[in-house]
């Protein structure tokens, strides 16, 4: 099966190691991907509350340009972005239970030229490896299995709140089976789904930074090695501020905080360099030694 | 007047559809008044005959419903493995199958017949169904085939 | 109309059924619309046909004007044609000579134009005119009530019911699916508000049970089969081995002693998994019947064949059997109470409270058995390493009032939950949490139970708890379970540190009760709770005549309306019983012989055996006592040989003609 990609654009800055360390996961695993042509922003979090006829326009140019690239039938598209995973999930959505809205924004995308039929599924890259792939096939590809290592699924809220499709909604375990499959341990801990400050962490920084500590400081405390995300905002809140946390609180809470597709990389024996490894802050050392 | 012609017709300003309903007593008869007992809202399009079981539904009650002038037609059973006698929805199943290809080869749309499962407790089901049918019906405009027949008496 | 021997003469009668019909539709107006349609002598609107002076009107006017068909448009037929038929009746004419128009649950409760309401009213009432034209005499069939009966189920209903219809007089078969009476009642320690100890008010009604001469238990049993109809229902009932002859065992224990398993190593069903039992066990001390089982699944000798039989040897009366196989009981029995009950909500499934996950968090069944004396614990509330809890807080609404679980209160957990809370208290001293939505304490004595926990100091917490967990966050939380919960009276989060979590878990129907729904043909609310005929006039009948249900099969209730019904239902049984015999509706299938090619193309169509064929006259027989009516052979007569009562083909072509055809 082929599916479309969609970055969004953290993947292109400071969640670069995540797309950089997913294509090289998926290349060696045989999972193709091509990219949406001209896609654009997601619309994100926050501009569906300023401007929902916007917001929802602009995403669903996106669904149209994947249903004109990828044929008839359906069409998936992988999304690796926790938010732009649920914005394009609640668009799809939107659409096909809200007949006037579906209405209005087909004329909008008829004026660019476009047409949106409802032919797209939109996929998380942990759904397409548990679900698509398997783990069993995953499990033969592993060269360097992680035996002794801790691994903290930290599952931040977008990818199934509030539309739970492929794991539980309170209860997610789809990147725990993973790390489990490259040899790891997964540890089971209570803020898997808690927030990360989001926004916040820059925003009203004392509010963003004390969930960071939460956080960093139950995994330390569960004896984490490492924590693994697949949202690149929870994965640069998790991490730059590690100094300035540790500091604030007087607690060392310093951990690797890193991508889940990074720590498959490693464990399928990819070159570090394609998996991005030498952008992270906090380097991971009981994976790479 | 040719088969193609039967509904190529405008639909006429303020026209609603009438809808012939063979309903099951015991499930979708229910269903109707526990929508009532509800206070559900659904089009007033539907016209129920009640019956034992859809199992009694003799496919010319169909035919002879669009010969009189309805613009569609509902049956509604159990669901499957629920009859209150034993099989009777799937022995109307069977007939309504039959009766579809049958309508099709005599021109007329296939949203014109429906046959649906609604238990007792469905009452939000029911209305759902007759709006979405009414709907339907409302797109395609009057069933011609009165005119037909009438058009062939003569 | 010209193959009419007599002259048609209709009386048409429009409802008003006060503001409910006359709110919507023009029923004034329908009545003189309706007073202009073929045969129809005299059409008026009233503002309740039901009543009294409503019914006499019919009568009155089939006297006056000679009229012999009857139109009533009001309600659903399935409210009051049999009230209208008796009004038939009382005026001296056939009742099947009336046909009902649903104009209120099928027109004005439902529909918001009164344009289109009218509309649809009139066409209703004319196709009811032209279809009670061709409406013939009939006559109901009377057929005996077989006096026994049978009750599903023997938890507390179940045993109400059962000691009801026995005092009466009643042959009673009482069929438990598990090897004991008692059902969930048998589980509990105290109940509310009153604080009786459960098993001294239940055991004495077990032991009734078992002593009466006129009930026949069959614990571990289920039913297999059921035909027939109201009155001479034939039933099926599959005995499961229990591998102990009932009639030899006294319960003396002996076999459970010797087994070859010294301790128990299989999770106790009763005590809900937390003490083991052995393959052969009594399922507690007062299990009624007081009859060892051996369970095959587990058993040495059914797993391997190697085992020396000590249970066996033990008994002195040789009551063990090894070689006991399904035995299957055929009953005859003119009503059914089905008294099923009810399944705890699995707290699995709400994984953020933790159950199964932190060993100190337990449902409030288990707590249940721990506050017993004969529990797993022996009465003592204690954590899983045995140590007593020093507080402990107690979630409502588990699987309730959720739109993700199920969305109905279960209407006892908020009363358990204070039993409980009391409970705890009283064994432990411990701090106690309750965590309510709202408190529902509707009964008699509740409310006055709730004010005096209030002054018990039991801390009371309304809001939803979000979950629980082992994620510390001051010294005061480690090692505690924290609960994090939006107190909405104080306006704020909150994380209460407890050694105990208790989750108080909803009523759900069981997982079997779309089997006996099949079975016993009735139907399921959406929920999945057995569906009363009527929510308010008829809370124990079914759609199925003869079949009557009572307590939590039906909805979530606690004992003393699970009591109240099963005397309901009892009371509706002997009522049916007692009036000697039933009337069944005459829509029964019949053959004109002349038409009948022979095809023999019906056989095979009726469920119920009915039609048999004639090798002589080559002609098929319908069998009018085995005939239940649906139609379906009459659909696919290819000859049209086969007809019905009360859904005659003319009937029906004229009703369809009548709603699409203008005829004035």
């Known amino acids: 099966m082929k599916y479309l990609y969609y970055p969004g654009c953290s993947l292109r800055s400071t969640g670069r190691a995540y797309e950089e360390s997913l294509l090289a996961v998926f290349r060696v695993l045989g999972i193709d991907l091509a990219e949406i042509d001209d896609w654009n922003c997601c619309g994100a979090t926050n501009y569906m509350s300023i401007n929902e006829h916007r917001a929802i326009a602009i995403t669903t140019r996106n669904l149209a340009l994947a249903e004109q690239q990828g044929g008839s039938g359906e069409v998936h598209i992988i999304a690796p972005c926790n938010a732009c995973y649920m914005g394009l999930q609640k668009t799809k959505i939107y659409l096909d239970t809200e007949q006037g809205l579906r209405e209005k924004i087909l004329k909008t995308m008829e004026g660019a030229g476009l047409r949106y039929e409802g032919r797209v599924v939109i996929r998380h890259p942990l759904d397409v490896l548990i679900n698509d792939f398997g783990l069993d096939k995953l499990k033969m590809a592993v060269k360097k299995p992680l035996h002794d290592l801790r691994v903290i699924s930290y599952y931040g809220c977008q990818m199934v709140r509030p539309i739970a499709t492929f794991d539980h909604e309170a209860d997610p375990v789809s990147m725990d089976q993973?790390?489990?499959?490259?040899?790891?341990?997964?540890?089971?801990?209570?803020?898997?789904?808690?927030?990360?400050?989001?926004?916040?962490?820059?925003?009203?920084?004392?509010?963003?930074?004390?969930?960071?500590?939460?956080?960093?400081?139950?995994?330390?405390?569960?004896?984490?090695?490492?924590?693994?995300?697949?949202?690149?905002?929870?994965?640069?809140?998790?991490?730059?501020?590690?100094?300035?946390?540790?500091?604030?609180?007087?607690?060392?809470?310093?951990?690797?905080?890193?991508?889940?597709?990074?720590?498959?990389?490693?464990?399928?024996?990819?070159?570090?360099?394609?998996?991005?490894?030498?952008?992270?802050?906090?380097?991971?050392?009981?994976?790479?030694? | 007047m040719s088969d193609n012609q039967i509904n190529k017709q405008a639909i006429p300003a303020n026209w609603k559809p009438r809808i012939?309903?063979?309903?099951?007593?015991?499930?979708?008869?229910?269903?109707?008044?526990?929508?009532?007992?509800?206070?559900?809202?659904?089009?007033?399009?539907?016209?129920?005959?009640?019956?034992?079981?859809?199992?009694?539904?003799?496919?010319q009650f169909v035919t002879d419903a669009f010969a009189e002038g309805a613009d569609a037609v509902l049956i509604g059973g159990c669901h499957p493995g629920d009859c209150h006698y034993a099989n009777g929805n799937y022995k109307c199943l069977r007939r309504v199958h039959l009766l579809k290809k049958v309508l099709k080869q005599m021109g007329l749309e296939e949203e014109r017949l429906r046959l649906e499962w609604i238990s007792a407790s469905e009452g939000k089901r029911l209305a759902e169904v007759v709006s979405e049918m009414s709907e339907a019906i409302l797109k395609l405009g009057p069933c011609k085939v009165k005119q037909v027949v009438e058009h062939y008496e003569k | 109309m010209s193959h009419h021997k007599e002259e048609i003469r209709i009386g048409v009668y429009i409802c008003h059924c006060g503001h409910n019909i006359a709110g919507t539709v023009d029923v004034t107006g329908i009545a003189e619309y309706a007073s202009r349609l073929p045969n129809v002598v005299i059409s008026k609107d009233y503002k309740y046909m039901c009543s009294d002076p409503g019914q006499v009107l019919i009568g009155q006017d089939i006297a006056e004007h000679k009229?012999?068909?009857?139109?009533?448009?009001?309600?659903?037929?399935?409210?009051?044609?049999?009230?209208?038929?008796?009004?038939?009746?009382?005026?001296?004419?056939?009742?099947?000579?009336?046909?009902?128009?649903?104009?209120?649950?099928?027109?004005?409760?439902?529909?918001?134009?009164?344009?289109?309401?009218?509309?649809?009213?009139?066409?209703?009432?004319?196709?009811?005119?032209?279809?009670v034209a061709y409406q013939k005499e009939l006559t109901k069939k009377k057929v005996p009530v077989n006096p026994d009966v049978l009750i599903v189920g023997g938890g507390i209903a179940g045993i109400s019911a059962a000691l009801t219809m026995a005092d009466a007089g009643k042959k009673v078969f009482l069929v438990e699916k598990e090897p004991t009476i008692g059902g969930h009642m048998a589980l509990f320690d105290k109940t509310f508000p009153t604080l009786d100890c459960a098993a001294c008010i239940l055991t004495?009604?077990?032991?009734?049970?078992?002593?009466?001469?006129?009930?026949?238990?069959?614990?571990?049993?289920?039913?297999?089969?059921?035909?027939?109809?109201?009155?001479?229902?034939?039933?099926?009932?599959?005995?499961?081995?229990?591998?102990?002859?009932?009639?030899?065992?006294?319960?003396?224990?002996?076999?459970?002693?010797?087994?070859?398993?010294?301790?128990?190593?299989?999770?106790?069903?009763?005590?809900?998994?937390?003490?083991?039992?052995?393959?052969?066990?009594?399922?507690?001390?007062?299990?009624?019947?007081?009859?060892?089982?051996?369970?095959?699944?587990?058993?040495?000798?059914f797993k391997t064949g190697k085992c020396q039989q000590s249970c066996a040897k033990a008994c002195d009366r040789n009551a063990i059997d090894f070689n006991q196989q399904p035995e299957v009981k055929e009953i005859e029995v003119g009503t059914v109470i089905l008294t099923t009950g009810f399944k705890a909500f699995d707290a699995r499934r709400l994984p953020y409270y933790g159950y199964g996950k932190f060993p100190n968090v337990f449902t409030s069944l288990e707590v249940e058995r721990m506050v017993n004396a004969s529990g797993p614990t022996e009465g003592h509330v204690v954590l899983k390493d045995g140590s007593k809890p020093k507080s402990v807080?107690?979630?409502?609404?588990?699987?309730?009032?959720?739109?993700?679980?199920?969305?109905?209160?279960?209407?006892?957990?908020?009363?358990?939950?204070?039993?409980?809370?009391?409970?705890?208290?009283?064994?432990?001293?411990?701090?106690?949490?309750?965590?309510?939505?709202?408190?529902?304490?509707?009964?008699?004595?509740?409310?006055?139970?709730?004010?005096?926990?209030?002054?018990?100091?039991?801390?009371?917490?309304?809001?939803?708890?979000?979950?629980?967990?082992?994620?510390?966050?001051?010294?005061?939380?480690?090692?505690?379970?924290?609960?994090?919960?939006?107190?909405?009276?104080?306006?704020?989060?909150?994380?209460?540190?407890?050694?105990?979590?208790?989750?108080?878990?909803?009523?759900?129907?069981?997982?079997?009760?779309?089997?006996?729904?099949?079975?016993?043909?009735?139907?399921?609310?959406?929920?999945?709770?057995?569906?009363?005929?009527?929510?308010?006039?008829?809370?124990?009948?079914?759609?199925?005549?003869?079949?009557?249900?009572?307590?939590?099969?039906?909805?979530?209730?606690?004992?003393?309306?699970?009591?109240?019904?099963?005397?309901?239902?009892?009371?509706?049984?002997?009522?049916?019983?007692?009036?000697?015999?039933?009337?069944?509706?005459?829509?029964?299938?019949?053959?004109?012989?002349t038409l009948c090619s022979g095809c023999k193309s019906c056989l095979n169509i009726c469920p119920y055996k009915a039609i048999a064929f004639d090798d002589e006259k080559r002609k098929s027989v319908i069998n009018e006592a085995l005939c239940k009516g649906c139609g379906t052979c009459v659909a696919s007569c290819p000859s049209g040989a086969i007809r019905q009562n009360l859904f005659e083909d003319e009937e029906i072509f004229s009703e369809i003609r009548g709603l699409f055809v203008e005829s004035i």
């Open chain 1, 178 to 289: 993973v790390a489990m499959t490259l040899g790891a341990t997964a540890v089971d801990w209570g803020m898997k789904l808690r927030c990360c400050g989001g926004s916040m962490t820059s925003t009203v920084p004392d509010v963003g930074q004390r969930l960071n500590y939460l956080l960093l400081k139950e995994a330390k405390a569960k004896k984490g090695d490492i924590m693994i995300t697949a949202c690149p905002l929870c994965q640069f809140n998790l991490e730059c501020f590690q100094g300035k946390i540790s500091k604030k609180f007087r607690d060392d809470i310093s951990i690797p905080v890193m991508f889940f597709t990074q720590l498959m990389g490693m464990a399928l024996g990819i070159p570090e360099k394609e998996l991005g490894i030498h952008r992270l802050f906090v380097k991971p050392r009981p994976v790479t030694v």
């Open chain 2, 20 to 59: 012939a309903a063979f309903f099951c007593n015991w499930c979708t008869y229910t269903a109707s008044d526990l929508a009532g007992v509800s206070r559900l809202k659904y089009p007033a399009t539907i016209r129920v005959i009640r019956i034992m079981c859809s199992g009694r539904l003799d496919p």
């Open chain 3, 393 to 593: 807080g107690i979630v409502h609404c588990v699987g309730s009032r959720d739109e993700k679980t199920n969305k109905w209160c279960s209407r006892v957990c908020c009363m358990y939950s204070l039993k409980l809370a009391h409970l705890i208290k009283e064994h432990t001293g411990a701090e106690v949490y309750n965590f309510y939505i709202d408190m529902r304490t509707p009964g008699k004595g509740y409310e006055e139970f709730y004010d005096k926990l209030l002054r018990e100091d039991v801390h009371f917490i309304r809001g939803r708890v979000a979950e629980v967990s082992d994620w510390a966050t001051t010294s005061d939380e480690e090692g505690k379970l924290i609960m994090r919960v939006e107190d909405t009276m104080v306006g704020m989060v909150r994380r209460i540190p407890v050694d105990m979590v208790v989750l108080s878990v909803g009523l759900e129907p069981r997982d079997d009760a779309q089997d006996i729904r099949k079975l016993f043909n009735i139907s399921c609310s959406t929920e999945g709770f057995f569906l009363e005929k009527h929510p308010k006039l008829a809370p124990v009948d079914t759609f199925t005549d003869g079949v009557f249900i009572a307590g939590a099969a039906q909805g979530p209730r606690d004992i003393p309306d699970s009591v109240a019904q099963a005397g309901a239902a009892a009371a509706q049984a002997l009522a049916l019983i007692d009036s000697g015999h039933v009337e069944l509706e005459p829509n029964t299938a019949y053959i004109t012989d």
């Open chain 3, 204 to 301: 004495p009604k077990m032991s009734s049970v078992k002593k009466h001469p006129n009930i026949t238990l069959w614990s571990y049993s289920e039913v297999s089969e059921v035909s027939g109809f109201v009155g001479n229902y034939k039933v099926k009932v599959t005995r499961k081995p229990r591998y102990v002859i009932e009639e030899l065992c006294v319960g003396c224990y002996a076999c459970v002693d010797e087994c070859i398993f010294k301790e128990g190593k299989f999770p106790d069903e009763f005590n809900l998994g937390m003490s083991k039992r052995k393959p052969v066990y009594l399922p507690f001390p007062q299990a009624t019947p007081l009859v060892a089982v051996i369970d095959d699944k587990t058993c040495i000798h």
């Open chain 3, 67 to 131: 009229l012999n068909r009857i139109v009533v448009s009001s309600c659903s037929p399935l409210l009051h044609e049999k009230t209208f038929r008796d009004a038939l009746v009382k005026g001296g004419l056939n009742p099947f000579f009336l046909q009902m128009v649903n104009i209120r649950e099928n027109v004005s409760w439902v529909h918001t134009d009164t344009d289109d309401a009218n509309l649809k009213a009139r066409d209703l009432v004319r196709a009811a005119v032209h279809r």
